[in-house]
């Protein structure tokens, strides 16, 4: 299955924050046009007609400053009117003032922003005064009436607190979405914050068992979307999907990347907005092939993998990059994705059909929720990700 039509923006590769395990940021990054952002809506009028969702990443999209957002905004959503833009943003929150997030409501903007844990264990990891300034972001936000989920990116060293991280999130009611901290390509020593795959195969298993304790007082992302992929048997976001072809990134010099994750090197570039590319034309480029080989790579290399349909190899960012572009295996957290995957769909085989507390006729994703006398299980969550 492809990913639904998404294209990223990225007014900046610059940010303020200094986060230790961060790849993506560059400083002395230039900034986006408006002119640029003129061509980028020029560029996708025609270039498909799918519903597409535009989100706004960087580095820190919010250095883009308020007149790019001012007239960004209206651009892209009346210029694209016909593909019906729906808006979000990854921003860490620190430059978001009223006037921003006035803007940023009008135009129904979703904000993904990043707490790894309480104050102190969140410092450690991305510098001095962080929480506090993303808090205050926070604040802003809220009186807005934007709203605001946070990643929680879990290293090697995190990991090792993650019940005081889940506890975090749990008593301050925020929606988590979680993100292995990959190895750093621009480090001298990548690995020093990773969290090594079978690590994180263990955490989805613990904050899946964390999430039916906790069943109706916290959102994990994650969890749900894996969830969505074992019930309808599809990749339900770009991980488990084929990304190929339906998403794109923009860098701040309009240059077109395969995704936000390549966005500066040069050898991922596929072309420019200026020169309004199709389709084809960026499918026939380096970049365009490497991704399709990728694809057809994952039909032979996980062919005997039960989770194939719903898995696709996982992300060929977190496959390809690290080994200079050659494709020598599938994303190295395939064994993450095996674990929860095995222990979600077994789960789902012993409660239809050894857990007799259960009502399992009542079991529909769109009927009534089965009804339990025990805590809740796979078949809850099944039914509560498919029932929204
Ligand atoms: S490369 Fe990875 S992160 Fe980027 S769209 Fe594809 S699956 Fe998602
Ligand atoms: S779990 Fe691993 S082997 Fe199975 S489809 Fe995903 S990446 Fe391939």
Request: glycine content about 8%; proline content about 6%.
């Amino acid at each position: 299955m492809k990913s639904p039509f998404h294209i990223m923006l990225i007014p900046t590769l610059g940010c303020p924050a200094h986060c230790s395990y961060c790849w993506s940021s560059e400083t002395g990054s230039p900034r986006m046009s408006i002119d640029t952002v003129k061509e980028t809506v020029a560029w996708l009028k025609d270039f498909k007609k799918d519903q597409v969702t535009i989100t706004f990443h960087g580095g820190e999209p919010l250095l883009g400053g308020v007149e790019f957002f001012r007239q960004a905004l209206p651009l892209l959503s009346e210029g694209l009117s016909q593909l019906r833009p729906a808006f979000a943003m990854q921003s860490n929150l620190w430059l978001l003032t009223p006037e921003l997030a006035d803007i940023l409501a009008e135009y129904h903007v979703p904000i993904g922003s990043s707490i790894d844990g309480p104050e102190e264990l969140n410092d450690s990891q991305r510098g001095d005064g962080y929480f506090k300034k993303t808090m205050k972001g926070y604040e802003i936000a809220k009186a807005h009436g934007l709203q605001v989920r946070f990643i929680c990116t879990f290293t090697g060293e995190s990991v090792k607190r993650k019940e005081e991280i889940f506890r975090f999130f749990l008593d301050n009611g925020f929606v988590m979405k979680l993100h292995p901290a990959l190895p750093s390509l621009r480090s001298e020593n990548p690995k020093q914050w990773a969290l090594e795959p079978a690590v994180y195969g263990e955490l989805l298993v613990f904050l899946l068992d964390k999430y039916l304790e906790n069943f109706g007082k916290i959102e994990i992302m994650n969890i749900n979307d894996l969830c969505r992929c074992v019930s309808t048997r599809r990749g339900s976001v770009c991980t488990f999907a084929d990304c190929m072809g339906s998403t794109f990134a923009i860098g701040p010099d309009g240059s077109i990347y395969p995704c936000y994750r390549f966005v500066g090197m040069d050898e991922w570039v596929m072309g420019n907005v200026r020169d309004h590319p199709t389709q084809e034309t960026l499918a026939n480029t380096v970049a365009g092939k490497r991704m399709q080989e990728y694809k057809e790579f994952v039909d032979t290399a996980c062919r005997e993998c039960s989770h194939i349909r719903y898995c696709r190899g996982g992300c060929p960012y977190n496959a390809i990059v690290p080994t200079g572009g050659e494709i020598r295996g599938v994303d190295p957290h395939c064994v993450a994705y095996k674990r929860v995957f095995d222990v979600m769909n077994d789960r789902v085989n012993a409660e239809m059909f050894k857990d007799d507390d259960m009502d399992i006729t009542a079991f529909s994703p769109f009927g009534p929720a089965p009804k339990r006398t025990k805590k809740a299980g796979m078949l809850d969550l099944m039914h509560s990700v498919l029932s929204k």
